[in-house]
């Protein structure tokens, strides 16, 4: 998942998933059952909610580009579509070793791993009254690989799952009966993680078909509307300022305590700090180790802080930049960065090393050390690939600040004087970070600051974005397409957590270090802080703040 900020929602780490292939019963801290049959309050009923339903987040929504659940692939955007949107199954708030039902009740799988049939709980309805059939969950999954230039089709792609044999491998036998029949093999477990991604977040399919113009499947009005069943709904995006969520008034599940969620683009993260002291934010999140720790012992305040499934890299454009076309020139650029010094002076214990396409806490994980800061030795693969007089590139960076709690400009600054000291000179653009990922995935970038997080617990998760060139993600963007770094993604695909696979993984760290158009830099940790009144705050990388199990004093 793209973006910069320590996530809401980067999705899950877990070392070794192996899920069960049936489980039932409503997960995600609901507990099973019908809605509450309590009567509304008086602030439901006449639309005003109190302080004590009302929890306002200082984040950065900048990098939100749609909430189209089937398009969505920035923080913010999937993170609003974890409260609007059921899924087939989903992790529980807290818990990534193993999915349980969110539509599905339960599921039966083939002993080859390739037919799973999926039984929906009777009587969910959508927001709009309509109720959720197997129809609405087909439609789910032709949306996902019809719509055009969605950045997060891979993730159903990557089964095999196209729009040539959507209709016959997704199919409703029944209104309460969801059959996939998958083309290819695909690990049982990375199959059911995908299903917990809100990109198989199941839509009104009445309500978008309603709204569909010019074959855009509905996705242009769903760039600013919900048509889900989860437990709330968009009450208003206004890019750049705010998100706000509602209650669903027909969600089956336990209704929210919390019954008004704001998130506020606040950039900076001092403006955020003030707010949580004046009371007029109740969590802020990416602040700066300093900032953390001039509240930490004041007992208005908590802090969560738990490492995050995630990386932030310098990502080097093959095909906008010739001499990034060069193994040695790429490999310059690593040798060239000061890994340790960015760690240590500038994100304070926030965040550790890491230089393979795989963090720490998640299976194909490793701790070697590819790089160290050696200057004359990447000066001397620059004179080697031809460079030796250097060259001058463009550096996207996003504005405010980067997973850790660090300002943008001053990581790219740190970058900017590193890369001087090999003749490179990178001259810094700073964007919005909606901005940024669109020129990122147009094949604009030349450098390029970008973070990437979890979007289902398994290390393939990593290893296809920067590794398959097929999947049109990450490797694409920057148009390194690389067979054998391909093959080796493909052939991990299919596979459970085993030595063999391990194995693979092994190689593809070597070989992207090697020749990959990554820099991989650091994983940052996750910090909110947030008030004291807030009872029951749970996060993990695959739901973000649980927000419908949040209580307010």
Same mark, same amino acid.
């Given at each position: 998942m793209d973006g910069r900020r320590a996530k809401r929602w980067l999705f899950g780490f877990v070392t070794a998933l192996l899920l069960t292939a049936a489980a039932c019963g409503g997960g995600g801290g609901q507990p099973p059952g019908g809605r509450s049959e309590a009567p509304p309050s008086e602030s439901e009923a006449t639309g005003e909610f109190s302080p004590q339903e009302t929890v306002v987040a200082a984040t950065d929504i900048s990098d939100a580009v749609t909430l189209d659940p089937q398009v969505a692939f920035e923080f913010s955007s999937v993170g609003a579509d974890v409260l609007l949107y059921q899924r087939l199954v989903q992790f529980p708030i807290g818990d990534m070793t193993q999915v349980v039902g969110d539509a599905a009740s339960s599921w039966d799988v083939s002993d080859d791993g390739l037919h799973w049939t999926f039984h929906l709980k009777h009587g969910q309805k959508f927001s709009s009254g309509n109720e959720l059939t197997s129809a609405d969950v087909v439609y789910t999954f032709q949306r996902v690989v019809h719509?055009?230039?969605?950045?997060?089709?891979?993730?159903?792609?990557?089964?095999?799952i196209t729009k040539d044999n959507v209709d016959q491998v997704v199919t409703a036998p029944d209104p309460y009966t969801v059959q996939i029949d998958l083309p290819q093999p695909f690990s049982p477990g990375a199959f059911l993680a995908v299903l917990a991604n809100p990109v198989a977040g199941i839509v009104d399919s009445q309500t978008v078909k309603a709204h569909e113009s010019n074959g855009d499947w509905g996705s242009g009005w769903l760039f600013d509307h919900s048509a889900g069943s989860g437990p709330y709904v968009l009450k208003q995006w206004t890019k750049d300022d705010r998100m706000e969520f509602v209650p669903n008034p027909e969600y089956a599940?336990?209704? !929210?305590?919390?019954?008004?969620?704001?998130?506020?683009?606040v950039p900076e993260s001092a403006t955020r700090l003030d707010m949580l002291k004046a009371g007029s934010a109740d969590i802020a999140e990416g602040l700066s180790f300093a900032q953390v720790e001039s509240v930490q012992n004041d007992p208005s305040f908590k802090v969560f802080k738990q490492p995050d499934q995630s990386m932030v890299y310098l990502g080097m454009g093959v095909n906008t930049? !010739?001499?990034?076309?060069?193994?040695?020139?790429?490999?310059?650029?690593?040798?060239?960065?000061?890994?340790q010094g960015i760690v240590d002076q500038l994100l304070h214990g926030f965040a550790e090393p890491l230089q393979g396409i795989i963090p720490k806490g998640v299976f194909g994980y490793t701790d070697k050390v590819f790089f160290q800061r050696d200057v004359e030795k990447a000066k001397s693969l620059m004179k080697a690939a031809g460079y030796g007089d250097g060259f001058t590139v463009e550096m996207l960076v996003p504005v405010g600040t980067v997973a850790g709690g660090v300002p943008a400009a001053s990581l790219a600054n740190?970058?900017?004087?590193?890369?001087?000291? %090999?003749? %490179?000179?990178?001259?810094?653009?700073?964007?919005?970070?909606?901005?940024?990922?669109?020129?990122?995935r147009g094949h604009e970038a030349q450098l390029v600051l970008a973070q990437w997080g979890m979007d289902y617990p398994d290390p393939q998760d990593f290893a296809g974005p920067f590794a398959e060139y097929s999947q049109q993600s990450l490797i694409w963007r920057l148009q390194d397409n690389d067979p054998?770094?391909?093959a080796l993604g493909n052939q991990a695909a299919t596979l459970q957590n085993t030595p063999e696979r391990q194995a693979l993984y092994d190689q593809l760290n070597e070989l992207?270090?090697?020749?990959? !158009?990554?820099?991989?830099?650091?994983? !940052?940790?996750?910090?909110?802080v947030y008030r004291a009144d807030l009872g029951n705050f749970q996060w993990d990388h695959v739901n973000g703040i649980g927000y419908w199990v949040m209580t307010k004093q």
């Open positions: 719509i055009e230039n969605d950045p997060a089709s891979w993730l159903i792609t990557q089964m095999g599940g336990q209704a !929210p305590s919390i019954k008004h969620v704001v998130w506020l683009n930049v !010739p001499a990034f076309q060069k193994k040695e020139v790429r490999q310059a650029v690593k040798y060239a960065i000061d890994y740190v970058l900017k004087s590193n890369l001087a000291d %090999i003749g %490179i000179t990178a001259n810094i653009r700073q964007l919005e970070s909606g901005e940024l990922y669109t020129r990122y054998e770094l391909e992207e270090a090697e020749q990959g !158009p990554f820099a991989i830099m650091y994983q !940052p940790d996750v910090v909110f």
